[in-house]
């Protein structure tokens, strides 16, 4: 590897043609097929959850209920019909990013183009939802109270603000997982070189990588947990549309 960001290049795995259709498999759509096994399992496991909770049926539920939590404190109680939206959201990040710590694990939400996908997919289900739900009424979220003679440069402002949503969640999370990444690279690629030279230097990169490993679990965590919040905000926007 002779660059850090080697490890985030799309390498085909499987080349396939099919009437003249490239059906090639790349190793980015690996953490998809992972991601979704384990959703899959997750639904099975449901036929296995007793009155009095195992190890694993409690931490499910112990996520469950922070969801809720997390709904009822950033949306309301009206916002618990979106709870499995939001769950398969959160899940969802929290999976490609916990799976990209793995070693040789492939990081899915470092990718620019998977991240715009799923965000501009959110924002615009999101909007077209407030259309549903409250009509023309809805594009109020876009007039401000001011004067008038500041009206329409406001509206500029406001309709920019909201479009930039999409590209805001996109680099966040991508920005993070990629600075993250590139950092324990770098920091493992000087321990190799330090093991000819003096292996006291090479066990305090040992540890120092052991601490980046861990920021890393936090960071993961975390921009599942913010990018939910996020989201759990932009739906608010929907259910109680009043304008500025």
């Known amino acids: 590897m002779f660059s ?29 097929l992972l991601i979704n096994f384990l959703f899959w399992g997750l639904t099975l496991l449901k ?21 809720f939590s997390l709904i009822k404190s950033q ?31 492939i990081a899915l939400t470092s990718h620019l183009i998977a991240t715009m996908w799923l965000s501009l997919s959110l924002c615009s289900g999101i909007f077209i939802l407030g ?26 402002i406001e309709l920019f603000s909201y479009i930039i949503r999409a590209f805001s969640l996109s680099i966040r999370l991508t920005a993070n997982i990629l600075a993250g990444h590139t950092l324990v690279n ?26 980046i ?8 965590c975390l921009q599942a947990y913010v990018l939910t919040i996020l989201i759990c905000i932009y739906l608010k926007d929907v259910l109680s549309s009043e304008g500025h």
């Open 47 to 67: 036929f296995y959850f007793k009155l009095i909770p195992y190890s694993f049926q409690s931490i499910f539920e112990k996520i469950i209920g922070f969801i």
């Open 75 to 105: 949306i309301g109680v009206e916002g618990y019909i979106f709870f499995p939206f939001i769950f398969t959201i959160f899940s969802f990040v929290l999976f490609a990013n916990l799976l990209s710590i793995i070693p040789f694990g």
């Open 4 to 32: 850090p960001l080697e490890q985030f290049d799309v390498i085909p795995l499987i080349s396939l043609w099919f009437n003249n259709y490239d059906l090639t498999l790349f190793n980015i759509f690996v953490p998809l």
């Open 131 to 156: 259309l549903v739900y409250k009509n023309l009424e809805f594009l109020k979220i876009f007039i401000p109270k001011c004067p008038l003679a500041l009206l329409p440069v406001l509206i500029m």
């Open 186 to 211: 770098i920091i493992s690629v000087f321990i190799v070189n330090t093991l000819a030279v003096n292996y006291f230097f090479s066990f305090i990169g040992f540890i120092g990588i052991f601490a």
């Open 213 to 220: 490993l861990l920021l890393e679990l936090g960071v993961a």
